[in-house]
């Protein structure tokens, strides 16, 4: 900063002087951040629902600032919600790559590797997620989600109990373990009258608005043998306006209980 040409001294007002050294030494969080700025952008593009333009917002934060993992963090959940699996798997990798630490990269990218089919990699990173932060009951959902698809039942049963335990109010979870106990192919595995248990707490959380619990609710009394209440929940969960490939999966299940058979995954 160039020197200033007043000599202190004949500042007669000391109120003056007060001021100038104010301005002088004022802290620089005053000062515009235009890679803050274009990341905040960009967070309520998303808000909106606007991700295309959330993409465009946290690209112009990452070229401003390349060394800023959030930003890569945020645009690569936004390229997910676009479609664009693999942009968001090399941003949720840049932002790992800056920052080891970032356990919410690891828990996204695993979402981006899990939709992509890589379960091996989606169940890698849940795994490191939970090892950077322990509690963290949404990636042990997670894991437990991708591993039922491995058919690890054994653990997903494990994954999707933590997960409770963690976060007692975890309703995707509840949803997760009763789907498992009703379903299952493997009879040690099976419990129709705890499937029941957890899948009525999973709608209650819910409110009961959430069609995919009702039809986990139908499959675990169609296991304890109640075909009454299976065709019961799972005529509700026809009801509730489902997609026509879920609608379709959902009738096929409902002729099982009306015959008096169980599902099996």
């Not at 001021?19 to 960009?42: C, K, S, T, Y």
């Not at 335990?165 to 299952?184: E, F, M, N, V």
Request: with cysteine; glycine share 10%.
């Amino acid at each position: 900063m160039p020197a200033l040409n007043i000599p202190l001294r004949r500042l007669a007002a000391p109120g003056l002087l007060a001021l100038l050294l104010v301005v002088l030494f004022a802290p620089a969080r005053n000062r515009v951040d235009p890679a803050g700025e274009a990341n905040a952008q960009g967070i309520e593009a998303a808000k909106g629902r606007n991700f295309e333009l959330a993409v465009a917002h946290f690209t112009e934060a990452v070229r401003l600032r390349p060394d800023w993992g959030e930003a890569y963090s945020n645009r690569g959940l936004a390229r997910e919600r676009t479609g664009d699996i693999d942009g968001a798997i090399a941003d949720l990798s840049a932002a790992i790559r800056l920052d080891p630490g970032f356990g919410k990269a690891y828990f996204n990218r695993g979402n981006a590797r899990k939709a992509k089919g890589d379960l091996d990699g989606a169940i890698a990173d849940y795994g490191e997620a939970i090892r950077l932060n322990p509690a963290d009951a949404g990636a042990r959902n997670n894991r437990g989600g991708a591993r039922q698809l491995k058919r690890d039942y054994d653990g997903a049963v494990a994954d999707f109990s933590e997960a409770i335990r963690l976060d007692p109010g975890h309703q995707k979870s509840y949803d997760g373990l009763a789907w498992i106990l009703a379903t299952c192919p493997f009879g040690r595995l099976r419990n129709g009258t705890r499937a029941v248990e957890l899948a009525t707490r999973a709608c209650e959380l819910s409110q009961w608005r959430e069609a995919r619990y009702l039809g986990t609710l139908a499959a675990a009394y169609a296991e304890a043998g109640d075909f009454d209440a299976a065709v019961k929940w799972q005529s509700r969960q026809l009801e509730s306006g489902l997609s026509e490939e879920d609608a379709a999966d959902a009738r096929q299940r409902l002729g099982l209980y009306q015959q008096h058979t169980p599902c099996r995954e």
